[in-house]
T-cell receptor, first 111, second 116 residues
Framework: KAGVTQTPRYLIKTRGQQVTLSCSPI?????VSWYQQTPGQGLQFLFE???????NKGNFPGRFSGRQFSNSRSEMNVSTLELGDSALYLC??????????FGNGTRLTVT | DQQVKQNSPSLSVQEGRISILNCDYT??????FLWYKKYPAEGPTFLIS?????DKNEDGRFTVFLNKSAKHLSLHIVPSQPGDSAVYFC???????????????FGKGTKLTVNP
């Protein structure tokens, strides 16, 4: 079974631009979560989607948004990029009441 | 406010010996705890979990202990192997079952190095 796939693996953007990251969950998994990993803050929860609905949201500004499609694939968008948005963005999928399975992440660098 | 704390940023042990990784939490609503392992350039991989109704869970060389009164959990790896060298994250959830669709709160990780 294929794991969680995130694209692209690496991304370089300029301050003020926007970016869209993509995540394909494990087949059959309907829940998709997004996390941000930085050296200073560690892994922080962004949001979680289930059946195209946002079910949970972390403490991030409105510049961070996401969506989920009917095939459970998910995208997250960051608008008006800031230098502090440079991070590893991790997507995870899961079945109900089971551990998260993470992808290998998208490394975003904002210059 | 850090709700899940891993106070040791790094740990070094000899191959064959026991590795003990510790984690403390402050939120008494947490009822499900997980350990993840992360290699460089890869996403975290689920290792083992424990529900708050238990105080111990074993899976092969890995055992997690939970002390609810102390709000403390630990991961024991016996015997440690060089391939165990990775960053280990403790995570907690306050969902009904947790660990899956519920939001996870992670510690900042402990880098384990197992020397041959």
């Amino acid at each position: 079974k294929a794991g969680v796939t995130q694209t692209p693996r690496y991304l370089i953007k300029t301050r003020g631009q926007q970016v869209t990251l993509s995540c394909s969950p494990i087949s059959g998994h309907r829940s998709v979560s997004w996390y941000q990993q930085t050296p200073g803050q560690g892994l922080q929860f962004l949001f979680e989607y289930f059946s195209e609905t946002q079910r949970n949201k972390g403490n991030f500004p409105g510049r961070f948004s996401g969506r989920q499609f009917s095939n459970s694939r998910s995208e997250m968008n960051v608008s008006t990029l800031e230098l502090g948005d440079s991070a590893l963005y991790l997507c995870a999928s899961s079945l109900s009441n089971s551990p998260l399975h993470f992808g290998n992440g998208t490394r975003l660098t904002v210059t | 406010d850090q709700q899940v704390k891993q106070n040791s940023p790094s740990l070094s042990v000899q191959e064959g010996r026991i590795s003990i990784l510790n984690c403390d939490y402050t939120n008494s609503m947490f009822d499900y705890f997980l350990w993840y392992k992360k290699y460089p350039a890869e996403g975290p991989t689920f290792l083992i979990s424990i529900s708050s109704i238990k105080d111990k869970n074993e899976d092969g060389r890995f055992t997690v202990f939970l002390n609810k009164s102390a709000k403390h959990l630990s991961l024991h790896i016996v015997p440690s192997q060089p391939g165990d060298s990775a960053v280990y994250f403790c995570a907690a959830s306050d969902g009904v079952q947790g660990g899956g669709s519920e939001k996870l709160v992670f510690g900042k990780g402990t880098k384990l190095t197992v020397n041959p």
